[in-house]
């Protein structure tokens, strides 16, 4: 979705995801009018998505909304290239699999290789065909199974014991910065200085102070383009990053508005996170707290997909407000 839809806008896409809201149970009486209840319903949905919380429906809260329409059972699930599976389907699957054992690496949505490794694992386990595929023959053993099964996190445990057999010292390690915006498009300006230039500022300090202590540091873009999300997302996975780290600086109407957030991947309504990216993004958020005067703006679990997406523990900084004088 190109143009982002509004309060007042009445159109037919409108009217569809009024009635998404509504079969989700965030919407009452479903319109194609953009109304106060349909802004309320979309802060109530973003909220519980871990997205943020605008009442304003962009391609990224579309997204989720195609996403989160799908329950387990609507359609098979499998490995499809070059565009992947997901919704909330497949959410549903890669907590179960988990649930019983088998490793889908990150509850992310998202039916990829290692969902479809899982699949397979499972479908030999219970002695059905092994077809990578989610359908009828595989659900029902899952429903039959998964009761069976209460407690723990293991999704985490095995998180927590990948990252705890390295070593933790940071010479050979790969960090990926990812600066936003860039080329053209530069964010908000201030002062004469823009978001685009500050962050990447900050990128390239950051990268020389890694350098020096050994760490492979790959930046996401230069000063002069803008790579979309899906591409710094790309690129984060294929130099097999071990954490990767985004520099945002915010700004608001109220020139008041001060502080420093960090984010990580998480989403409270599946009860899903990312623990070794929460622990990372609260020492981030201690350290520069300690050590400046911002507002500590606290640290937030989110669904944003560069946050969800990456192989690698992924925590987003957002290093004050612009707009403070």
């Avoid at 873009?221 to 710094?232: A, G, H, M, T």
């Amino acid at each position: 979705m190109s143009d982002q839809l509004k309060s007042g806008d009445r159109s037919d896409a409108i009217g569809l995801i009024a009635n998404t809201l509504n079969r989700l149970g965030f919407l009452e009486k479903p319109s194609d009018l953009f109304d106060d209840s349909l802004t309320e319903a979309i802060k109530a949905f973003q909220q519980e998505r871990g997205l943020t919380s605008t009442g304003l429906v962009n391609e990224i809260t579309q997204r989720a909304l195609d996403e989160a329409r799908w329950r387990l059972g609507d359609r098979i699930l499998l490995l499809t290239n070059p565009v992947l599976i997901r919704g909330d389907d497949v959410s549903a699957l890669q907590g179960r699999l988990v649930e019983l054992g088998f490793n889908c690496g990150k509850v992310d949505g998202v039916y990829g290789v290692k969902t479809e490794d899982a699949v397979k694992e499972f479908q030999k386990s219970v002695g059905i065909v092994v077809d990578g595929k989610c359908g009828p023959s595989t659900l029902i053993s899952l429903m039959r199974l998964v009761k069976t099964v209460q407690g723990g996190a293991p999704a985490a445990l095995r998180e927590k014991i990948k990252h705890s057999v390295r070593s933790p010292a940071l010479a050979d390690k790969v960090i990926v910065l990812d600066p936003s915006w860039g080329g053209e498009f530069t964010g908000e300006s201030f002062h004469g200085v823009t978001e685009s230039e500050i962050v990447f500022d900050l990128a390239q300090r950051l990268e020389g102070r890694l350098l020096a202590l050994g760490v492979n540091v790959v930046l996401t873009r230069s000063s002069k383009n803008s790579p979309l999300e899906k591409d710094r997302i790309a690129t984060a996975n294929s130099v097999s990053a071990d954490l990767v780290i985004a520099l945002k600086v915010d700004s608001y109407k109220n020139e008041k508005a001060n502080g420093v957030a960090t984010y990580y991947y998480g989403r409270d309504d599946k009860g899903v996170h990312s623990v070794v990216g929460e622990r990372f993004a609260n020492l981030i958020q201690r350290e520069i707290c300690a050590r400046t005067d911002l507002l500590n703006c606290q640290t937030h679990a989110k669904s944003w997909d560069l946050l969800r997406l990456t192989i690698a523990p992924c925590v987003r900084i957002d290093l004050g407000y612009l707009s403070n004088p």
